[in-house]
């Protein structure tokens, strides 16, 4: 889900939990965050460890080894390092945007990719 923003033409992406019994940990697990925005909950590291464990696909197991290195890893959740972070993927967003609506054609990937020598 993404709730768009229209003040500053930003968009703010939303994962849904259904808790059921195999996410239940999830959700006892889940954080407040303040940023400069208000609050918003998200999952702890356990909780994402243990939802990329319940897809299983091969892009979660590569970043449940990334999360596990280095044992316990220290995130700063302080209301100005969240807003920080969200800040740079809302940049990375509005980069990726008009990318995102380009026409497709055979020059854009659209439907005949280049040929690789």
Same mark, same amino acid.
Request: charged residues 25%; aromatic residues 6%; negative net charge.
């Given at each position: 889900m993404t709730k768009i923003d229209?003040? +500053?033409?930003?968009l703010l992406s939303l994962d849904l939990l259904l +808790?059921? %019994?195999? @996410? =239940?940990? *999830?959700?006892? @697990? #889940?954080l407040r965050v303040r940023w400069e #925005?208000? =609050?918003?909950? +998200? +999952?702890?590291?356990?909780g994402l460890v243990s939802l990329k464990r319940l897809r299983g696909s091969g892009q979660d197991q590569d970043d449940i080894r990334r999360? !596990? #290195? !280095?044992?316990?890893v220290k *995130?700063?959740?302080? %209301? =100005?390092a969240v807003t920080a972070r969200l800040k740079r993927v809302s940049q990375l967003r509005r980069l990726a945007w008009p990318l995102a609506r380009r026409p497709r054609g055979p020059d854009t990937f659209g439907t005949h990719p280049p040929s690789v020598a």
């Open positions: 229209a003040a +500053v033409h930003d +808790v059921t %019994p195999a @996410t =239940e940990s *999830v959700w006892q @697990t #889940r #925005r208000g =609050e918003v909950w +998200v +999952v702890s590291k356990q999360l !596990g #290195r !280095g044992g316990a *995130v700063d959740m302080s %209301p =100005e």
